[in-house]
Every structure is written in C-alpha cells, then in structure tokens.
C-alpha cells in the first residue's frame, strides 16, 4: 500500500497569521495510507479541503448550528469522505443543508473546510446522479437557477409555484402568502433585468469551467491513486 503525504497546520496558525498568539506547534508532514477509495482526493483537488488532516476532535460538530437536526454531523461526514464510503458521503442530505457559515472552519484545529468540502460533495453527487433523500435543497437550488437564468432576478411566485409542484408541498407556508401579498413581497408580474444573450453567456461559461474542474479532480484522484 503506497502512503500520500499531507502536510498538517501549525497549530494556531491561523491567529498568528491575523496577528494573534503565536502557533502552539510547528507544522509537520505525515505519511497517511490508502484507505478506501480516491474520495478524499477528488475533494481535495475540486475544494482544496483536506479532509485526512481531520483526527476527529468533534469540534466542528460541537458549534455546528444544522448538526442537531442532521442525518449527520461533521465529523461524521469528513469520516466516511477519509474512509472512502462514497454512498453515505454523497447521498446524505447533511451536505445540502450546511449553510456554509464557516462556524466549523474557525473551531477546527487543523483548518479542515468543510463547506468546501460540502460543495465538492454536491457536485461530485450530482454529476454521479445520486440522490439526496429528505431534502428538497437540491430542487430548491436549480429552479432558483433557472429563474435567474431566465428573468436575471428571483419572481418570488413563480420560484414558489415551480417548487410546489416539483416536490408536492402544495399547501405548506401557505398561511403565509396573505401577509407577505399585502406587504407587496409577492409581485405578480415580476421584472426582467439583463440581456439574455448575457445572461446565456455567463450560464455556459460556468458549466464549462464545471465541467473543466471535474475533468481536473478526476486526473489529480486517477493520479494519486489513493485519498489524501
Ligand atoms: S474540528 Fe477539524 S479536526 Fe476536529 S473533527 Fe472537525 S474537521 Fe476534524
Ligand atoms: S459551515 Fe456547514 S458544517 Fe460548518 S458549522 Fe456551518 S453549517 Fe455546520
């Protein structure tokens, strides 16, 4: 089994970088080997997060604010990504709730980013077409797209209408649409800003450098071999 090496942080680099308290220890390089697939690698090259510096001090799940009402905690999740259980890493609806408050990152002594890791996950999932059971953030996430792909802003009816009927909540938050009508947050007719040729440009140069950065992930795991 071949080993990868990651160098780990000093600690309490981050508050000497901002100009706090010395680090309490020097950074070091430690040979970490292969186990399971080429997950954490492919993370790792997508995110830039480097999830096998994590040794599971469960900090990050401590001050998490979604943690409590997850099918997974952080800790938990950086776990399966270091173990290579691709599955339960990608199709949990924990990486679609995190909402990338970086409350983790602050807390985490080795400076694991798990939102960045959370975004890789998603991408990774959606190209691999697994589905994330429990959540409706996914279904969320494109309509909103495609409203602004449209329009080049949110028409908060018809976001509303289209994620309805997308995942069957007819009825749910509708006490809520008198109150919000009369205070005008529910326009009927919603505005249209932007030229569309723009718009379509933007839209296709990001899936292009999408697509280009899976290609690079998928090279940089295919080359290590191994999770990092
Ligand atoms: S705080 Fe950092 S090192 Fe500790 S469990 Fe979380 S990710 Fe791992
Ligand atoms: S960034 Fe995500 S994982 Fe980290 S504390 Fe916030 S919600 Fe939790």
């Given amino acids: 089994m071949t080993p990868v090496t990651e160098t780990l942080p000093a600690t309490g680099a981050a508050a000497a970088q901002a100009g706090g308290a010395a680090p309490q ?3 070091v390089t430690v040979e970490i080997f292969e186990v399971g697939g080429g997950l954490a690698a492919e993370v790792r090259a997508a995110s830039g997060a480097s999830p096998m510096a ?5 900090k ?6 979604v943690a409590a009402r997850a099918d997974l905690m952080p800790h938990e999740l950086v776990r399966l990504v270091q173990t290579g259980q691709r599955g339960s890493a990608l199709g949990n ?3 679609w709730e995190c909402t990338s408050c970086h409350t983790c990152v602050t807390r985490c002594p080795q400076q694991v980013d798990i939102p960045a890791m959370n975004d890789a996950l998603r991408e ?3 190209r691999e077409g697994v589905a994330a059971k429990g959540t409706a953030v996914p279904v969320f996430n494109e309509i909103f797209l495609e409203t602004v792909r449209k329009r080049g802003r949110i028409h908060e009816i018809s976001l509303m209408a289209s994620f309805k009927l997308r995942t069957r909540r007819l009825l749910d938050d509708m006490d809520k649409a008198p109150a919000m009508f009369s205070k005008g947050k529910l326009p009927l007719l919603g505005e249209r800003v932007g ?3 723009k718009r ?3 839209f296709r140069k990001a899936v292009a450098a999408a ?3 899976a290609g690079d992930a998928k090279g940089t795991s295919g080359q290590q071999g191994g999770s990092r």
Avoid at 60 to 65: K, V
Wanted: charged share 15%; glycine share 6%.
């Fill in 211 to 213: 697509a280009a950065q």
């Fill in 25 to 27: 220890s020097a950074a």
């Fill in 54 to 58: 994590c040794y599971q001090c469960t």
């Fill in 195 to 197: 030229e569309k040729a």
């Fill in 200 to 202: 379509e440009q933007i």
């Fill in 60 to 65: 990050c799940s401590s001050g998490c604010p």
């Fill in 93 to 95: 609806r924990f990486i």
């Fill in 124 to 126: 990774i999932g959606r």
